[in-house]
């Protein structure tokens, strides 16, 4: 689905960034947008709180 997605992009006229955000636990999710070329623009931190425990949320970017 990432290829699929990362090639639609690259045909998209105009289209320069793709954003995202993921929790910090996502440890597989987070792996798989860096092998994708993602890197971490910036951190919300406690952002969510889910039984009893406060996440994080990453927000990730790749420049086309």
């Known amino acids: 689905?990432?290829?699929y997605m990362m090639e639609?992009?690259?045909?998209?006229?105009g289209l320069e960034k793709i954003?995202?955000?993921v929790?910090?636990?996502n440890n597989?999710?987070?792996s798989l947008y860096k092998k994708f070329?993602?890197?971490t623009e910036g951190r919300m931190e406690r952002h969510f709180k889910i039984e009893g425990k406060?996440?994080?949320?990453?927000a990730m970017a790749k420049f086309l």
């Open 1 to 3: 689905m990432m290829d």
């Open 8 to 13: 639609w992009a690259s045909t998209q006229e």
């Open 19 to 21: 954003s995202l955000t």
């Open 23 to 25: 929790f910090s636990t």
């Open 28 to 30: 597989v999710a987070i």
């Open 37 to 39: 070329g993602f890197i």
């Open 54 to 58: 406060y996440i994080d949320d990453v």
